[in-house]
């Protein structure tokens, strides 16, 4: 049998998880038309009977011939059932675009529990299956039984030659039972059960040539070493995040010499990277180390891998370089190394990669790596045939090349960010693969072309470009687009409002149909769009920084985004990337998993003028407003009090006058304001929350009409302005002493 999966992992260096899904689908049992034994139809009705199907999977099982149902598959010539396929298949739900470029565990996107099968009665699994005694192939993979445990019946089907109990179907510990599958040659236990802290069963399966328990928990298991070396049959091993420390190196000859896949990434080994067993290790094709705790330099024996096919070390403490060994290698196609001390120029680097392999590179990382420019290495010309390029922050300081968009043309992700590139985008980008593209904090110059027509990413930030966008962008998928801080012109382009997907989907579908919108820091000029303002989705709309004018329209009240109050979010997400987001007058970063619930935003530094528009009470979601730095004047809008989820609320250095709304002293959740620069006048209302806050005199400061504390003036008994009394007042000496105490 063919690697499952096997190309689709090359492309996926990351990702283990799903891809192999697409190349496995069952195939149509030759004699699915045959009616089936009695007794193993009633074991199949039995344990249908046991089970939730919400999503109503198992509705084809009725009626006499069971080798009909779904999923269920008969040998041809005995009628017996021999394949049980009832894996819930996550392709259906997640969105494989992104799937290509994170990490995914089980959170990507939750909706697989959707139609999950769960369990109907609490307890155990019923063992009904235990009478298909024919049964060769068991995929119970990425259901939801209620966290029972790997129920021992399994020790029955001594038929099994593939197993699968992936994902959160099962947990707690794995039972020895599997070891009594003596004919087993795949188990996959990855993603489930939790923990095991005995894996001498596993002695029992010869004929292993697959093992993966990826994310079980094995660190209390004394000799996996040597009971993993037995399982001389083994072509795939995959044991990611298994919590397994240094016992590594006690490995003294590596028995699995029919091995092709090794994936011991995520692991905490603590241990030198020179480890012999490895090395000489000819036949491995696939190599996962990366975030293994690995040190030192990459060994001279790395050039006997000759098969090596995918090398992936990255987040290590490896220093050095590369070796000059590795002209044998022909058939790498992926080079991860980044995040590691692995120092030199870049395009030394390069020439060190066997020519031989040269044109079937797919993939390299090289972030956060040591190595350094200054030239755009030239290596990359003849890499036509990469999927994935990762140099960013590697000092290149060139100018982009001019055959950029042909050698990439055929890349799906291009991370070139934290470089000087200098120079001008080709005019269009719009016959480029590309779907995620990263050309952020560079020097690039002149104007923002068509976008590459599938793209979902784009991150132009931080920039030297100029001029108006195009009138189309051309890129209808986009889902983040980051355009903050260049010289951008022009009016704000309607189409912003259109796209459908300004946002990765897996946070669309927590909060359906968001989206966020970044152009802070540009040339903006023009009103506020309607049709930004009529955006359902948009929760995010930072504006900060161009020179933006007219009026603050009323119609903000429409973003109804931005009126839900989120709940807190789910703990534990894991989710990779994070925006930065200025507010309490500070960068800072926040990573998904708490971006989902911010919900922000920032007019500041632009010219509008007119009144806060007494509406934006309605946004009852807001955690951050920031309107500094315009002209706007009036009242501040005594309703600001309704918005109880704001966190930081910058009016400063605008033309407010008026009061100091009471109702500001309500607001609880409140860590940031700055009110400073106004003509705001009268008594600066007391309240627990603002005696709290940092610097405060700065946030009033700048305002001759207030008074009261904190600020040294007192309020004359009726007067209005400017009446200076120096007499002592025992509330402020209060005040101040409570602020004090809250800090
Ligand atoms: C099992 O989990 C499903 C989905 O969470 C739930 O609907 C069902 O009631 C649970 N069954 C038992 C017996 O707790
Ligand atoms: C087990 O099923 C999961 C999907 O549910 C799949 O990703 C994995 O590759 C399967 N394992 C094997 C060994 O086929
Ligand atoms: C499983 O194997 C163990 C020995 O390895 C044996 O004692 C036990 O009886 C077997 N269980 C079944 C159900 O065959
Ligand atoms: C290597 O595998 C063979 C065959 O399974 C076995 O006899 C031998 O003990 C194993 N060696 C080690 C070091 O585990
Ligand atoms: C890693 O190993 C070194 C010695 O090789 C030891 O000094 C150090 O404490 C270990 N670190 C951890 C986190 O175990
Ligand atoms: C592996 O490579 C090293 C250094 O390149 C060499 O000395 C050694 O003989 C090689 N080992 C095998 C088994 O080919
Ligand atoms: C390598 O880079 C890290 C940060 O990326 C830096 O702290 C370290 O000093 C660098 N080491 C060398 C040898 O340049
Ligand atoms: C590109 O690389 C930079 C620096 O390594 C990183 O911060 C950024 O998230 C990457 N972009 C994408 C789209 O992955
Ligand atoms: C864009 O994506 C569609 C659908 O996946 C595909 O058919 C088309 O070839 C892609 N075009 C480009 C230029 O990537
Ligand atoms: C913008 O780019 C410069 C270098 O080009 C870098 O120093 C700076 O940190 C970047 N700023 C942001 C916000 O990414
Ligand atoms: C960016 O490029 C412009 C002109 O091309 C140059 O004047 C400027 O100094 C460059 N900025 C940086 C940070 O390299
Ligand atoms: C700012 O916008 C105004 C009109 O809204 C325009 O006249 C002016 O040229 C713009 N300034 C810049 C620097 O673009």
């Not at 027509?453 to 189309?472: A, E, H, Q």
């Amino acid at each position: 049998m063919a690697e499952p999966g096997h190309l689709a992992q090359l492309s996926a260096l990351t990702t283990t998880v799903i891809t192999c899904l697409i190349l496995i689908t069952p195939t149509p049992a030759a004699a699915s038309g045959a009616s089936c034994v009695a007794s193993e139809r009633d074991a199949l009705a039995a344990f249908r009977a046991s089970l939730l199907d919400p999503a109503g999977r198992l509705a084809t099982w009725s009626g006499h011939s069971c080798c009909r149902w779904r999923g269920v598959h008969c040998d041809g010539s005995t009628g017996h059932v021999v394949k049980l396929d009832l894996r819930n298949d996550l392709t259906v739900h997640s969105d494989t675009d992104w799937i290509l470029f994170y990490e995914v565990r089980v959170d990507i996107d939750s909706s697989w529990v959707h139609s999950a099968l769960a369990l109907r009665n609490t307890g155990e699994m019923i063992s009904s299956l235990a009478a298909l005694h024919h049964l060769r192939y068991l995929d119970l993979s990425w259901n939801n039984f209620n966290d029972s445990s790997i129920p021992l019946f399994m020790a029955d089907l001594k038929n099994l030659r593939y197993l699968n109990l992936s994902g959160p179907s099962f947990s707690g510990r794995i039972p020895p039972q599997p070891g009594n599958l003596s004919n087993l040659q795949y188990l996959d236990l990855s993603y489930g059960p939790t923990i095991s802290s005995d894996l001498s069963w596993l002695l029992g399966l010869s004929s292993l040539r697959h093992l993966d328990m990826s994310w079980v928990d094995l660190s209390a298991v004394r000799d996996w070493v040597h009971t993993v070396n037995t399982l001389s049959s083994l072509k795939v091993l995959r044991l990611r995040g298994c919590k397994l420390e240094s016992a590594i190196s006690t490995m003294s000859h590596f028995n699995l010499t029919r091995l092709e896949v090794l994936d011991l990434s995520v692991n905490k080994f603590n241990a030198s990277i020179q480890q012999k067993w490895l090395w000489d290790h000819k036949g491995i094709k696939e190599l996962y180390l990366t975030e293994g705790h690995w040190f030192g330099s990459i060994p001279d024996a790395f050039g006997n891998m000759s098969a090596l096919q995918v090398m992936d070390l990255g987040h290590n403490n490896l220093m050095g370089t590369i070796p000059t060994t590795l002209q044998h290698l022909c058939d790498l196609q992926v080079v991860s190394l980044y995040d590691n001390y692995i120092d030199g120029d870049a395009t030394e680097f390069m020439e060190r990669l066997p020519r031989c392999s040269w044109n079937k590179l797919r993939e390299m990382d090289l972030h956060s790596t040591n190595l350094s420019g200054p030239k755009f290495p030239s290596w990359l010309k003849w890499q036509t045939e990469i999927r994935v390029l990762d140099v960013s922050g590697t000092c290149i300081s060139d100018s982009l090349p001019v055959w950029f968009k042909t050698v990439f043309s055929q890349a799906y992700s291009l991370n070139l960010s934290d470089n000087q590139l200098c120079g001008t985008l080709p005019r269009t980008l719009e016959d480029m693969l590309a779907m995620v593209m990263d050309l952020g904090s560079n020097n690039l110059t002149g104007q923002v072309p068509r976008f590459p027509v599938n793209i979902t990413y784009f991150d132009l930030s931080n920039n030297s470009l100029s001029g108006p966008l195009p009138s189309d962008l051309g890129a209808p998928r986009l889902e983040e687009l980051r355009l903050y801080s260049n010289y951008i012109t022009g009016t704000i382009p309607a189409y912003f409002c259109q796209l459908r997907r300004l946002l990765p989907t897996w946070i669309a579908k927590r909060i359906p149909y968001s989206r966020f919108l970044r152009l802070r820091s540009n040339m903006f000029s023009g009103h506020i769009p309607e049709e930004l303002t009529n955006s359902f989705g948009l929760h995010y709309l930072d504006l900060a920084n161009n020179n933006i004018s007219g009026i603050m329209p009323q119609s903000l009240a429409g973003m109804k985004a931005m009126r839900r109050t989120t709940p807190d979010g789910n703990r534990g997400d894991v989710y990779e990337g994070s925006i930065s987001s200025f507010t309490k007058g500070q960068e800072l970063h926040y990573t998904f998993s708490n971006y989902n619930l911010v919900v922000l935003l920032d007019l500041s530094g632009n010219s509008l003028t007119g009144q806060i528009p007494e509406e934006i009470s309605l946004l009852l979601g807001l955690k951050s407003l920031n309107l500094s730095g315009n002209h706007l004047g009036g009242k501040i809008p005594n309703t600001i009090g309704d918005l109880k989820g704001l966190e930081s609320l910058d009016l400063s250095r605008n033309r407010l006058s008026g009061e100091i709304p009471s109702s500001l002293s309500e607001l609880t959740s409140f860590s940031w304001l700055n009110l400073s620069y106004n003509n705001l006048s009268g008594r600066i209302p007391s309240g627990h929350q603002l005696q709290t806050l940092n610097d405060q005199e700065y946030i009033y400061i700048g305002n001759p009409g207030l008074c009261g504390p904190p600020l040294r003036k007192n309020c004359a008994m009726r007067g209005r302005h400017d009446e200076v009394d120096d007499v002592s007042d025992d509330l402020a000496v209060l005040y101040l002493g409570g602020v004090q105490a809250g800090q």
